[in-house]
């Protein structure tokens, strides 16, 4: 998420173990910032994001894939939106870090669960 915010071209690199974790982050992160308006190209072994630092992410709609860091990724991705963000597949936040969504809300953020 950083890597977006920040000017310029963001290059990681030597992180080919991410897609053999329980998803494939790499392609799973890509996915995630490109609903943002994000460019992200994945690689064999990371990825490269340009940096959109001086407007708005575009409003996301996110498939976390079961991946609590995916999700809470996503969610403050929508901090910057310029509409609301829909992210599927993030009850696992929960488990992970169970004060996510206080957090988030403390901070100033509007959480709503849908019914599906």
Known sequence: MLASRA???TVVRDAEELRVKESD???TTCAMLRSFGIACEARPDGFVVEGRPDRPFDPGKVHADGDHRIAMAAAVAGLVASGPTHIDDADNVATSYP???LALTELGATIAR???
Do not use: Y
Request: proline letters at 0%; hydrophobic letters at 35%.
């Open 7 to 9: 000017r310029g071209t």
């Open 25 to 27: 982050r790499v392609e």
């Open 99 to 101: 004060g996510f969504a």
């Open 114 to 116: 849908s019914a599906d």
